[in-house]
């Protein structure tokens, strides 16, 4: 288990030995809040329990001025450079462990990307007050045993129908993960563009 990080919180994604990670994977998740069970008859057909929720994460990657250059989602498998990757869409978020990952090339991020940014955002416009246990976990695939590096959990809750989860910044010659847990509205990638440049 990683370094569980708070709200605005950040980690430098550096190894023990001093040099930066290479491969790093981003993988996020959630849960839909319990339904109460109904009683009678209907009640037993119609069922309680788990909603599915279809929610979509993506990431927005931004140069020094906080302009957008690309962006990777379920429609955009990678980024130009093929640095970033999509490993695709999950349209229920049902089970255990990351519903969806976004792999990142450290090193192979083009030299104009600053920072990259990673949004969840409800397509279906279902809200975050039907979604529980969110989060955003960095694994280090460039290591032995792909080790979780740190994670971040949602605490908040809300009628928005989007989150700015968190980002990766350049640091020096390497990069840093930070938590940033900040609502905003949108159906798609697109919609959190502006939302996300003003959390950086």
């Known amino acids: 288990m990683g370094l569980s990080l708070q709200k605005g919180q950040g980690l430098s994604l550096t190894k023990?030995?001093?040099?930066?990670?290479?491969?790093?994977?981003?993988?996020?998740?959630?849960?839909?809040?319990?339904q109460p069970k109904k009683g009678g008859l209907f009640g037993k057909l119609l069922g309680g329990g788990e909603a599915e929720i279809d929610l979509d994460a993506s990431a927005i990657?931004?140069?020094?001025?906080?302009?957008?250059?690309?962006?990777?989602?379920?429609?955009?498998?990678?980024?130009?450079?093929?640095?970033?990757?999509?490993?695709?869409?999950?349209?229920?978020?049902?089970?255990?462990g990351d519903d969806e990952v976004i792999t990142v090339n450290l090193p192979g991020v083009n030299a104009a990307v600053?920072?990259?940014?990673?949004?969840?955002?409800?397509?279906?416009?279902?809200?975050?007050?039907?979604?529980?246990?969110?989060?955003?976990?960095?694994?280090?695939?460039s290591a032995p045993?792909?080790?979780?590096?740190?994670?971040?959990?949602?605490?908040?809750?809300?009628?928005?129908?989007?989150?700015?989860?968190?980002?990766?910044?350049?640091?020096?010659?390497?990069?840093?993960?930070?938590a940033i847990g900040q609502p905003a509205n949108g159906r798609t990638v697109g919609d959190l563009v502006g939302p996300a440049a003003a959390a950086l």
């Not at 023990?16 to 319990?34: E, H, I, K, N, Y």
């Not at 429609?75 to 093929?82: C, I, M, P, Y």
Request: aromatic share 10%; with cysteine; glycine share 12%.
């Open 61 to 96: 990657l931004y140069n020094a001025g906080r302009q957008a250059l690309d962006t990777v989602f379920f429609n955009q498998l990678a980024s130009k450079d093929g640095s970033v990757r999509h490993t695709g869409d999950n349209l229920t978020g049902a089970g255990d």
């Open 16 to 34: 023990q030995d001093g040099t930066s990670m290479a491969q790093v994977r981003l993988g996020l998740g959630w849960d839909a809040v319990q």
């Open 114 to 141: 600053e920072h990259i940014v990673f949004v969840i955002t409800s397509y279906s416009q279902q809200t975050f007050d039907r979604v529980q246990n969110a989060f955003c976990r960095v694994v280090d695939d």
């Open 145 to 178: 045993g792909s080790p979780e590096v740190a994670r971040y959990t949602l605490t908040e809750q809300g009628p928005s129908t989007g989150m700015i989860m968190a980002k990766l910044s350049r640091e020096g010659a390497g990069w840093k993960f930070t």
